[in-house]
């Protein structure tokens, strides 16, 4: 099975950038689809974007990619608002997985992304 391990987030003002990687280890990242959602404070835990969609909040803002050699996924976050405040996961997925959470199998631990306005 893969394990999954997120960095790269922490405290930026609105308008700022972030850029979080989700690096994978035990098996190669590339045979796994993969997403990125967000759990703000006293809310449900929420998509954010797969390699072929975005959720509508973060369209234009936010890229995800790929690096197979480095076994590593990326979510490039621009123009971030207060309302982009939460922990990031990404998660992977044997199987064919898109939007909802309970489509995953393996999640990382999660970084903060905390921005000020």
């Known amino acids: 099975q893969v394990q999954l391990v997120e960095s790269g987030g922490g405290l930026v003002q609105a308008g700022g950038s972030l850029k979080l990687s989700c690096a994978a280890s035990g098996r190669t990242l590339s045979i796994y689809f993969v997403g990125w959602f967000r759990q703000a404070v006293g809310k449900e835990r929420e998509f954010v974007a797969t390699?072929?969609d975005y959720a509508d909040s973060v369209k234009g803002r936010f890229t995800i990619s790929r690096d197979n050699a480095k076994n590593t996924v990326y979510l490039q976050m621009n123009n971030l608002k207060p309302d982009d405040t939460a922990v990031y996961y990404c998660a992977a997925s044997q199987g064919l997985a898109w939007s909802k959470p309970e489509e995953y199998e393996y999640w990382g631990q999660g970084t903060q992304v905390t921005v000020s306005s």
């Open positions: 390699m072929t």
